[in-house]
């Protein structure tokens, strides 16, 4: 860089941060993206949950791909089972539900959201909402009841969810970077 004045390098550092800066910033929108931001709020408001732990689910279930479904057979964006998505569907009043309906954003995160809900209600302990979201409320009782260990499978699920939320909740928080990233996916 020898025989170039201060300004010009500056400007050339300058320019390599902010390309630095522009593809760090595009990557965490591809790691922790918030998709269907507007009906995680809207759903999060009427069941008052944190809209940060139900964007770590559907992270955690589906990567967002409300095509999703599982080889158990749980389906969309929030991995519902038909029979629990029905059995929501009757609690809620929702008439003329299908299976298919799973597979649409709207109806899989209302779904999903009451159902989490539900199981923080139910168990008093997000984390053990979150095992009865795994592995099944049933399951779950069973392991209270008898002192039991969580599957490992479960209690990864547990760390995975929780370590995303906390993740989203850091990353879009930030003062000047968190709205900056909520910009970029409206």
Known sequence: MSGQTLPTRIWKWGAVIVLLLGLVITALVILYPIAYRQTILDWCNVYELDEYLVLSVIRTESHFRPQALSPVGAIGLMQIMPTTGQWIAEKNGIEGFAVDDLYKPETNIHLGSWYLRYLIDRFTDVDAALAAYNAGPGTVD??????????????????????????????????????????MQS
Not at 161 to 174: A, F, K, P, S
Request: net charge neutral; glycine share 10%.
């Open 142 to 183: 069973g392991w209270i009841e008898h002192g039991s260990q969580l599957f490992p499978e479960t209690a990864s699920y547990i760390r995975r969810v929780r370590r995303t939320e906390n993740i989203y909740q850091e990353l879009y928080g930030l003062p000047i970077l968190g709205p900056l990233l909520l910009a």
